[in-house]
């Protein structure tokens, strides 16, 4: 199946032209995941003729999306046994994420290749929407102008937010830990290239179904950082929920008549599992790679660590009864910050599970991609939306 697995996308009339269109991302998604390849290769993967496959293959090498590799015969372009691959330069995606305490940048190539990556440690709590910005499009500015000197383009930026999104793709309606709300995210970018706003849980749900080592197509991805973030994938799509809100797992009472939350409510699970509360729990101040310095505490045995993380697991698995009830999905997939300290979380949260959950015991995961899992789904964002219309790209360029 060479058909994209990603979030539903509006159906392309059923013409010649969107016969075409269809064709040439078939085209793309087969060299992108198991190229380089022959034409005849990718004539047989999608049951296409030499001769249709060839004028695709043309097309997508003029608009820079393909290139021929192999011994270089100059007046013999475009002969039939010469392997294709994605191109390294043209078209890139853009990731840019805005955290509570950093901001970071990366441009992905066509090949998934991370070509340029910047970061900056900066507590954005409290801090107004347009400064914030302001920083985030200098380190967008940075990564564009080291890809350009390869040859990248940027097509597109997707920035990953912990906060609601809108349904529009670039309104934050909610983030609770910068304290921003109904900002207009995309009026506060440059225009050029397209930007998109997307939550960083569902960014890092999206990652793990496209880059993961182990994603199954239905998983849930918990995204635990300073705040607590989950994303539902089903049949490898995103559920988003009516008004794109769907997975606030942060934000689920664990003990209702708990500490108030910064959302409104009280005991929310953020309260005794997000970063923030696991520190206190241990004893330490929040701050800046303050995860590194609990798992170094928990490695060498410090029994207010491992309770406090103990404890968080606990929290989790509470919380995460009630989606294990309601889903039934294969997976739970623990991402973020905090899977660096899954040894000492999951024992508590699986018991947790097991001892809640009507069914026999979900499968818990750990991300392999960890906090880079948003700012990989961001740029990867783009470069999927670069493979599904290629079309779409060689003619906006
Ligand atoms: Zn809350």
């Given amino acids: 199946m060479t058909a994209p697995l990603h979030e539903a996308r509006s159906g392309t009339p059923d013409t010649q032209q969107g016969m075409r269109r269809r064709n040439l991302s078939r085209v793309m998604h087969t060299i992108a995941a198991d190229g380089p390849m022959s034409r005849a290769a990718v004539a047989s993967r999608i049951r296409l003729t030499r001769a249709a ?79 914030v910005v302001d920083d985030l499009a200098a380190l967008v500015r940075q990564v564009s102008e080291e890809a350009d000197r390869e040859g990248l383009r940027p097509a597109g930026i997707t920035v990953a937010v912990p906060g609601l999104v809108a349904r529009d793709s670039r309104t934050v309606v909610r983030a609770p830990n910068l304290d921003w709300h109904d900002t207009d995210l995309g009026a506060l970018l440059p225009a ?44 490898g799509r995103l559920l988003r929920g009516t008004r794109g809100f769907a997975g606030e797992l942060g934000h689920v009472p664990v003990h209702p008549e708990g500490p108030p939350c910064a959302c409104g409510g009280q005991g929310c699970l953020e309260q005794f599992a997000g970063e923030v509360a696991v520190l206190r729990a241990a004893g330490l101040d929040p701050g800046e790679g303050r995860v590194g310095l609990l798992a170094e505490r928990a490695v060498s045995g410090d029994r207010r660590v491992r309770s406090a993380l103990r404890e968080a697991g606990t929290a989790m698995g509470i919380a995460l009864t009630g989606t294990v009830n309601l889903l039934d999905p294969q997976t739970v997939v623990l991402g973020g910050a905090l899977s660096r300290l899954a040894p000492w979380l999951l024992p508590s949260l699986e018991a947790e599970l097991e001892r809640r959950t009507a069914g026999p015991a979900c499968e818990i995961a750990v991300s392999q991609l960890g906090s880079e899992g948003p700012l990989l789904g961001a740029a990867h964002s783009v470069v999927r939306a670069v493979l599904d219309d290629p079309a779409g790209v060689a003619h906006s360029a």
């Fill in 53 to 131: 496959v060839s004028t695709l293959v043309d097309e997508l090498i003029r608009a820079g999306l393909l290139e021929e590799l192999g011994p270089e015969r100059p007046g013999r372009v475009g002969r039939p046994g010469s392997a294709l691959a994605v191109s390294r330069s043209g078209p890139a995606g853009v990731g840019a994420e805005v955290g509570v305490d950093h901001l970071a940048a990366c441009v992905v190539d066509l090949r998934g290749e991370v070509r340029a990556r910047a970061e900056r440690h900066v507590s954005n709590r409290g801090r107004a929407p347009e400064p």
């Fill in 192 to 235: 050029k290239p397209p930007v998109t706003v997307d939550n960083e849980a569902n960014l890092g749900a999206l990652a793990e179904l496209w880059l993961g080592e182990r994603a199954p197509g239905d998983f849930v991805h918990v995204s635990a950082e300073i705040g607590i973030g989950a994303a539902v994938v089903v049949d």
